[in-house]
């Protein structure tokens, strides 16, 4: 559905913005197409000049006027087109700034035009106006990249559609939150149960020795003996009257003489 323009201080006519498309790769340039009809029965108006300005938020891209000579409007209707020269840097400044589905352009139009009324073979005299409007246009991401983009041979596109799921129901989706920080505190206790069983323990053993401190810790420990080997050792030093015989009588007499 286009958009239409109704001009000020003039009743006799108005236009409808219908569609835009680039074109020229060495000259880019917008066009700019409109439909427009009389506001009065049997009235013939004629445009003979039209001019556009094409504004982006708060800064003008172009400007430029009608590609005919005249556009006759009857009551039946009739078509005019607008050439906006542009540079490529605003369709790629566009391009690169357009976040959301459509592209919001203002239009400025300023008209000449004279109209007369014609009813039954009688014809009136020509009333000359000059005429103001403006409107708001919004035009698609699909049809500013398929139309504008394309023709004058900026970049080459791709478009896809992805399919957005509608967004969660906030009580749902804090309770799953919820659900989940819960899980993670019940993962995070078990973890650590099975951690603490897993641990060898370690238990004091009373027969353990402590360390002794001084000149005690480094003295050489000797090992008892059994109770045998100490008797023998203790009867091998104390000769008996027998033994100490046995070795006079071996010893070597000295011989007289």
Same mark, same amino acid.
């Not at 009389?38 to 049997?42: I, N, S, V």
């Given at each position: 559905?286009?958009?239409d323009?109704?001009f000020?201080?003039n009743?006799?006519?108005?236009?409808t913005?219908d569609?835009?498309?680039?074109e020229?790769?060495?000259a880019?340039?917008?066009?700019l197409?409109?439909?427009g009809r009389?506001?009065?029965?049997?009235t013939h /108006?004629?445009?003979?000049?039209?001019?556009a300005e094409?504004w982006?938020?708060?800064?003008?891209?172009g400007?430029g006027?009608m590609?005919d000579?005249?556009?006759h409007?009857y009551?039946?209707?009739?078509n005019?087109q607008?050439v906006?020269?542009?540079?490529?840097? /605003?369709?790629?400044?566009?391009d690169e700034?357009l976040?959301?589905?459509?592209?919001s352009?203002r239009?400025?139009?300023r008209?000449a035009a004279?109209w007369? /009324?014609?009813r039954?073979g009688?014809?009136?005299?020509?009333t000359?106006?000059?005429?103001f409007?403006?409107?708001?246009?919004?035009?698609?991401?699909?049809?500013w @990249?398929?139309? @504008?983009v394309?023709p004058?041979?900026?970049?080459?596109f791709?478009?896809?559609?992805?399919p957005?799921?509608p967004?969660?129901?906030?009580?749902?989706?804090v309770?799953?939150?919820?659900?989940?920080?819960?899980a993670e505190?019940?993962?995070?206790a078990a973890?650590?149960?099975?951690?603490?069983?897993?641990e060898?323990?370690?238990?004091?053993?009373?027969?353990?020795?402590?360390?002794?401190s001084?000149?005690a810790?480094?003295?050489?420990s000797?090992?008892?003996?059994c109770?045998?080997?100490?008797?023998?050792?203790?009867?091998?030093?104390?000769?008996s009257?027998l033994?100490?015989?046995?070795?006079h009588s071996?010893?070597p007499?000295?011989?007289s003489?």
């Open positions: 559905m286009g958009t323009f109704y000020q201080g009743t006799a006519f108005k236009l913005f569609a835009v498309r680039g020229g790769r060495i880019p340039r917008l066009v197409s409109f439909s009389p506001t009065k029965e049997q /108006v004629i445009l003979d000049r039209v001019t094409v982006l938020d708060s800064e003008m891209i400007s006027g590609r000579v005249a556009a409007l009551h039946y209707g009739g005019l607008v906006v020269p542009i540079s490529r840097d /605003v369709v790629r400044h566009v700034n976040r959301s589905d459509q592209l352009l239009i400025d139009l008209a004279r007369r /009324v014609e039954d009688d014809v009136g005299e020509w000359e106006d000059a005429a409007s403006q409107a708001t246009v919004m035009v698609s991401r699909s049809d @990249v398929t139309n @504008v394309a004058v041979g900026v970049e080459q791709v478009l896809m559609e992805l957005v799921p967004p969660p129901d906030r009580n749902r989706w309770r799953s939150l919820q659900h989940v920080a819960e505190r019940s993962s995070s973890t650590r149960r099975s951690r603490r069983w897993r060898p323990r370690r238990m004091s053993s009373p027969w353990r020795r402590t360390p002794t001084g000149l810790s480094t003295s050489r000797r090992r008892p003996r109770s045998c080997t100490a008797a023998a050792t203790s009867a091998g030093r104390a000769a009257p033994t100490t015989a046995m070795r071996r010893s007499r000295p011989r003489g």
